[in-house]
């Protein structure tokens, strides 16, 4: 019983930060939020000093006017390194709050964004663009590979979703195994796509770097079209607060509290799913951070989805803009993949919060 | 239909604000002739029952005897297959969840909540059917939760989690956000099956309390028959269909406990105590029980309703019967369960199987007088007929029960013997649904000599002389 002893203590803290105020806490992610951002951007193969960066950004806004620095810093600061890092805050948050819904509906607490076909649909999406022969469509902006993911995340879910709804029901469990078989036979056609194509060996390891995540934004263009994605997906989402919080309760508790449970159980996969699409079609296969960020924020915060919301797409983007950086910055110049750095740095962390707080996790 | 303009929490919930109106002749919840099954199975027969705004009713049954079902079906999650559900004189799902959810608050046997929201959330989620898409709650909504709170007397819990309370501690929590609703109807099903002794009398006080200071309604499934006797003014026993519904002392009465529940009891009143108790009986009331069972000579066959009259006129004139088989939902088996001194159960809508044959010949041999009512005959109770047809010819005495009318007129011309009359009179030609071949059986037997009576006195008087 040696190990129980420093259990009250854990419990007492606990208490005392779920006491703490959340608009200062959500004030204090914020800030961290806007520290790392700039962190990002201060980092990377040439190093640039915050006060500088602040004085940039401060100049885009027009109504201040520092001396211009030397000619390519601004241009890395506007052109380079924030389509990155914005990115970065994009993908972030999009992922934290698409693991907030799927955990919030499934009342699941293993339960990723990536849960019910998103990923295999991306990935066999981003195959299908690296084996064909163009680049972009028509010569349109937008790359391939970012399309195609997007398409092949959504087309999966709704198909996962159509193959488990079992008359006027979606249960949770036929669900859940919808989303193991259909992503396991998405799998196999993604690996014979790769076999069978004459183009393979030239995409190979570009694909393989994409499926391992990897915030590639080096424009402004995709950053804008997929930021409004996920902002109406983010501004969505905090309209479906109260809905979670009744799902915690169970579906028919749910129905009792007067929710049409399986309305609201299709708009919770549609947000979340076009959060995650959107998220990987510039980002990749990035994992974790849909895992870890919503625990993190509900041991913070408690788990009101009014407050877990916002705090978990804070969260999100500092934990993937640290990521990122570190990724960039580690072996510079070259750039590792950041589902690496996710991985690294959420497994351990979310085994410590199992270790911590294993009453949690009652199903 | 806002009700958040209350001054005083529940005196303006629900029930009472809706007995100012016009509907208030309509009783709070009206069932009518509701059927439900799952997946093809039937599990509740034509149920009719009506609950007014200030009762506190408890559903009584073993289990898988369909008293979850029912909350489910009042609560609006389940839809009846059949028959019509009237909430304060309106359709139960005209009202919308929303609107249902204002009206009927769920508290379940335990709730499992997978993350780690403290009490006071808990509550506060109560308010969820009267709050919108973006809006928060309101002064209003908080005065609500801390009366709730107050009323299930957990404020000092308010900051603590859900999940580290203790059993009784967590349902009084769920109450609380079940009276958050300020719900003119409060079901509840089986409150107090995972708790001690102790948390089941609290629990059961606190809802009692409920019902007499604030007026909220109460239907609650419940397993344990004593705490049922002692808080319940009105129970419902159960199996598949409503059994009785009657106050304690009506409804648990031994003989219909030992139907429903298939095991022997006693019901007394103990010493110092004020309420009714169900006790294990001693084992020389297990002996005079055996003894009461063996003694029915006179064993009745019927189905569809047919044997409502006689088995009613049977029960006054304390004439012991058997009766069977029948099928579980029909009518005459729920009214056999009660009145009959054995009833020889089928499958609802199964034809007759080859094991409850073997009980009713095993009946038929004990008894010295089988009385058929006007049943129609079909594929699925045909065997019981061939069962009574050899009976008659062993010499059991068969009294044809055939009330004026349902003997056929058009069949006047078929044949003027005797005992073509005699058939006639039965009535059997226009209930018979098997080609002719219930006809024959009917033959064989007025051949065996069976009686034809129109009149519940002539068949009770047989039946004296029989007994």
Known sequence: MKIAAPKPQLKQLQGSVRAFPAPLLLLLLGVVLLFVILLGISFGSTSIPIGTIVEVLLNGTRLFHFAQPWYPTGVIVWQVRMPGVCGAVLVGAALGVAGVLFQGMLRNPLADPFLIGTSSGAALGASIAFVLPLDTIFGSFFPLTPLFAFVGAMLTVLLVYAIARVGSYTPVVTLLLAGVVINAVLVAFQTLILELSPHAAFGIQALFNWLSGGIAVYSWSPVLIVGVIIVTGLLCSLLLANALDAFGLGEESAANLGLHVERYKFIIIIVGSLLTAAAVSISGLIGFVGLVTPHAMRMLLGPRHRLLLPASALGGAIFLTLADLLARVIVAPAVLPVGIFTALVGAPFFLLLLRNNKREYRW | ?467
Not at chain 2, 251 to 266: E, F
Not at chain 2, 377 to 388: D, I, K, M, S, T
């Open chain 2, 1 to 467: 239909m806002k009700k958040r303009n209350s001054e005083t929490l529940f005196n303006l919930s629900g029930a009472r604000k809706e007995s100012e109106s016009p509907q208030s002749t309509a009783p709070l919840l009206e069932i009518d002739g509701v059927s439900f099954g799952y997946d093809g199975h039937p599990l509740l027969y034509d149920i009719h029952m009506r609950v007014n705004a200030g009762e506190m009713v408890g559903l009584l049954g073993p289990n898988g005897s369909g008293k979850t079902t029912l909350l489910r079906l009042i609560s609006g999650v389940l839809h009846p297959q059949q028959g019509r559900m009237l909430l304060q004189g309106r359709d139960l799902q005209a009202w919308g969840r929303r609107g249902i959810a204002r009206r009927i608050a769920v508290v379940p046997q335990e709730l499992h909540v997978p993350f780690a929201f403290t009490v006071e959330e808990m509550v506060n989620l109560g308010r969820t059917p009267f709050i919108g898409l973006l809006g928060s709650r309101s002064k209003q909504d908080a005065n609500i939760v801390q009366e709730a709170m107050q009323s299930t007397e957990i404020t000092p819990l308010a900051r603590r989690i859900f999940n580290e309370l203790s059993g009784g501690e967590r349902q009084r929590v769920v109450i609380a956000m079940a009276l958050a609703q300020q719900p003119s109807l409060l079901l509840l099903d089986e409150p107090t099956s995972h708790l001690d002794i102790k948390y089941q009398i609290e629990i059961l006080e606190l809802v009692q309390q409920l019902n007499h200071r604030l007026g909220v309604t109460v239907i609650a499934a419940m397993h344990d028959l004593n705490l049922a006797a002692r808080y319940f003014p009105r129970l419902l026993l159960f199996q598949r269909g409503i059994i009785a519904d009657d106050s304690p002392a009506e409804v648990l009465d031994p003989q219909l406990l030992r139907r429903v529940y298939g095991v022997n009891v006693q019901v007394g009143i103990l010493r110092g105590a004020t309420h009714l108790s169900v006790l294990p009986p001693g084992e020389e009331e297990q002996e005079i029980e055996r003894e009461k069972r063996s003694r029915p000579r006179v064993h009745l066959m019927a189905g569809g309703g047919s044997g409502e009259l006689l088995m009613r006129a049977l029960a006054d004139a304390h004439i012991p019967f058997t009766a069977g088989a029948l099928n579980i939902g029909d009518s005459d088996h729920a009214l056999a369960t009660r009145l009959a001194g054995e009833v020889i159960t089928e499958q609802p809508y199964a034809p007759i199987s080859t094991a409850a044959l073997e009980q009713v010949r095993a009946s038929l041999t004990r008894a010295s007088l089988l009385v058929l009512c006007p049943m129609p005959v079909g594929p699925g109770n045909l065997a019981l007929l061939q069962e009574a047809a050899s009976a008659a010819k062993r010499g059991v005495a068969v009294l044809m029960f055939a009330p004026a009318g349902t003997a056929s007129q058009a069949a006047t011309e078929e044949s003027q013997t005797a005992e073509g009359t005699l058939l006639q009179r039965t009535g059997i030609a226009m209930r018979d649904y098997t080609k002719g071949e219930g006809l024959k059986l009917v033959q064989e037997m007025l051949q065996a000599g069976a009686r034809v009576v129109d009149s519940v006195g002539e068949a009770i008087q047989i039946a004296k002389q029989y007994s």
